[in-house]
C-alpha cells in the first residue's frame, strides 16, 4: 500500500495486560521505526529494523516491549503487563532504501486504565 | 548529546508570517526536518535541509539553518488558519538513523 497502516486505530487495556500493536510499512521500504507520543508532545523512539533486523533498539525499554518485523507480515510492538505511564499514542513510520523522508503513520492510542 | 529545543507556542495573525525556532545540540546531525502534526492526526513532513545547506525554500515555506549557532528555523509566509498546527523540529544522522525531536510549537492563528 502506499501509506503506513496501523492498528487498532484505539487499544483500551487495564493495568497488567498485555497489548500488541501492529504496522504495515509501505511495499518496498526497508526501514521501520516506532515511537512513543506522550501527551501532545514529547516524541519518543522506541526501536527500528532494517527489513527483518534490529537496527537500532536504543530506546527500547529493557523490561516489558518487545517488537518484531517478520517477513510477509505486518511489524508488531508488544507490552507485557503494561502501566499506566504507557498510555500514549505509538506512531509507526516507513523509509525506502537511500532516501531520508519518513512516512509515518495515523498512530496507535493505548490507554492503559 | 543529542537534544533539540522549541519554544512552546506562537500566536500569528492571518496573513503574517510565522517563523518558529529550533536549536539543537548534536553537531554531528546530517538532516533537519520540519514535521507538521494536527490534532489526531500523524505526521506530516514539511520539509527537510541538509545539514551542508543554508537555506531552502518551498512555496510558502523557507527553512534557514546557522550551523555554526545550531539553530534552524521555519518560516511560513502568509500565515492561514489551516496552518494552525503543532510543528515538530528533527534532526537524524542520515540513512536509517533516528529521529530526534523537538517539543513541538503550537502555531495558532487568528482570523
Known amino acids: 500500500g502506499e501509506e503506513v497502516a496501523q492498528t487498532p486505530k484505539h487499544l483500551v487495556r487495564g493495568e497488567g495486560q498485555k497489548a500488541k500493536l501492529y504496522c504495515a510499512p509501505i511495499k518496498g521500504h526497508s526501514y521501520v521505526f516506532w515511537y512513543q507520543q506522550v501527551l501532545k508532545n514529547e516524541f519518543k523512539f522506541l526501536i527500528s529494523f532494517q527489513n527483518e533486523n534490529v537496527f537500532d533498539e536504543t530506546g527500547m525499554p529493557k523490561e516489558r516491549f518487545s517488537a518484531k518485523c517478520l517477513p510477509n507480515s505486518p511489524c508488531s510492538l508488544e507490552i507485557q503487563a503494561t502501566k499506566l505511564e504507557d498510555s500514549a499514542v505509538y506512531f509507526c513510520?516507513?523509509?525506502?532504501?537511500?532516501?531520508?523522508?519518513?512516512?509515518f503513520g495515523q498512530g496507535t492510542r493505548l490507554t492503559v486504565v | 548529546g543529542e537534544d533539540v529545543e522549541q519554544s512552546l507556542f506562537l500566536s500569528v495573525r492571518e496573513g503574517d508570517s510565522s517563523v518558529i525556532n529550533c536549536t539543537y545540540t548534536d553537531s554531528s546531525s546530517t538532516y533537519l526536518y520540519w514535521y507538521k502534526q494536527e490534532p489526531g492526526a500523524g505526521l506530516q513532513l514539511l520539509t527537510y535541509i541538509f545539514s551542508n545547506m543554508d537555506m531552502k525554500q518551498d512555496q510558502r515555506l523557507t527553512v534557514l539553518l546557522n550551523k555554526k549557532d545550531k539553530h534552524l528555523s521555519l518560516r511560513i509566509a502568509d500565515t492561514q488558519t489551516g496552518d494552525s498546527a503543532i510543528y515538530f523540529c528533527?534532526?537524524?544522522?542520515?540513512?536509517?538513523?533516528?529521529?530526534?525531536f523537538g517539543q513541538g510549537t503550537e502555531l495558532s492563528v487568528k482570523p
Open positions: 513510520a516507513s523509509l525506502p532504501p537511500g532516501y531520508t523522508e519518513a512516512f
Open positions: 528533527a534532526e537524524s544522522k542520515g540513512q536509517g538513523g533516528k529521529l530526534i
